[in-house]
Every structure is written in structure tokens, then in C-alpha cells.
């Protein structure tokens, strides 16, 4: 009887052990989801406070008057299209930091003088734009007006006058001024040098060089190095006769022909 009494008292005991562990092990998960709760309430309450200041701050920002834009500083503006570039700039206005600079940048993108431009906020109140501006190269007589055209072929302006220090465009249609690109970017190197660009009655391309009484039917590429070869072969082979015209189109052949052959 003894024996089986304390069976049935260790029995018991490890039953209320493990039902006393079971309750503690409870409470302390408990416990542990409350702690965890409060500390992810902290935490909301801290970003909720965070984002209450940031909205407040920048709602200031935004609406401060000091930061309203006052003025823009142009560096290196258009020459040609300065009028509409002040209109374009005077509609924007309001806080310099909700400025669309995008749309801003794409509307001074289409002034036909501007190959890029830069954006900067200079706060309080000033935009600095700063412009990359085409260059004039040459110019197209077309009916006693001027069309003023850069290396890409670009028209930049018109004008009643000629300009001094440009590449004259003659005996060409407005039409045909694309058929000049190729040559425009190493033309535009020794501008000086070229008395003017045009095309003959077959519709090829022609220059005629300061100091060289020929006409050229350049390349459409390596026109300048080419150009050298030609004047160096010329007086190795002493060619002073009167020469109408010099083809530098094909490659390590030089064609020409003399006015009385014409």
C-alpha cells in the first residue's frame, strides 16, 4: 500500500509540474506579445509623429513665400530667339522647389539655337540656366533673305544681311541643304579658308577654297587630310596649268580637269 501511495503522490506532483510549467510557459508568451505590441505601437506612433513633422515641414516649404523663384540667371542665353526666351522663362513661376524642370528644360530644347541646357536651383528665389548654343557656320542666300545654318544643318535664324566670318552656301536649293551635313563638321574647322559651298549643273557638291583657284568635289569623308594630299601631289608634280575642277571622291585618286579641256 505504501509503494502504490507513492506512486500515485509522484504521479501527481509531476502532473502539477507540468501543468505549472504549461501555465508559466502561457504567461510568459503572453507576456512577451504584449511587450512586442507596445513596442510596435511605439514605434507607429514615432513614424506617425515623424511623417506628421516631415508633412508639416515641407507644406511650409512649399508654400514659404521667400522661396517663391524672383529671377532667373541666364548664362550664355540665345542670341536669335532672346524674346521668346523671356517669355518662355516669365510663365514659370511659384515655389522654386515644385519647379518641373523637365518640362522647363523641354520647352527651352525647342529653341533652334540650343543644342543643351542645364538646369540649377540657386536658393531662396534664383534658377540659373546655363545654355550650349549652336555656332553658326553658314549662310544660304535664298531670295535676298539669309537663312543662318549651323554644322548639323540646323537653321538657326534669318537675316537681311550677310554675316561676316560664315561659309556662303551659293547655286543651291533650300531643298538640297541636307546633301551639305556630311561636310559640315570638318567645314566648320577651317571656315576662313572656304570661300563658299554649292553644287555644280549634276547636282554634286562643290567648294571653293580661299587660295585655290579649283574647284573641289570633296569626300564624303577625310575631306581636309585629303585636301593636303592633293596640294602636296600638285606641286611634286608641278600642275600650275589652269585647273577647272579636282574630284578628291575616290580613294588614292585624285581626277581632275583643265578649262580648256572644258
Known sequence: MRELSGVGIRGEAEF????NNRTLTRQKR?????????HVILILMVLGMGAMLAWRAANFLFTWKRLDVQSFHLVNPPHFERERLHQTVKRYRGNILALDFHHLRRE????????????????????EVSFEL?????????????????RDGVVLEQSREPQSGLITVRHLDESDLPRLTPYLAELEKV????????MDSFHRVVIKWRGLPELVYPPAQNLLSRL????????????????????LRFENRFYFAYRQEA
Open 16 to 19: 502539477f509540474r507540468r501543468v
Open 108 to 127: 527651352l530644347m525647342q529653341l533652334r539655337e540650343v543644342r543643351s541646357v542645364s538646369l540649377t536651383r540657386r536658393l531662396p528665389s534664383t534658377v
Open 228 to 247: 593636303r594630299e592633293y596640294t602636296q601631289w600638285k606641286r611634286r608634280l608641278g600642275l600650275h596649268r589652269d585647273i577647272r575642277y579636282v574630284d
Open 30 to 38: 503572453i507576456r512577451t506579445i504584449q511587450i512586442r505590441g507596445l
Open 191 to 198: 571656315r576662313a579658308q572656304v570661300e563658299y559651298v554649292g
Open 134 to 150: 549652336r555656332t553658326p557656320v553658314f549662310q544660304f542666300d535664298r531670295n535676298g533673305q539669309y537663312l543662318i545654318i549651323d
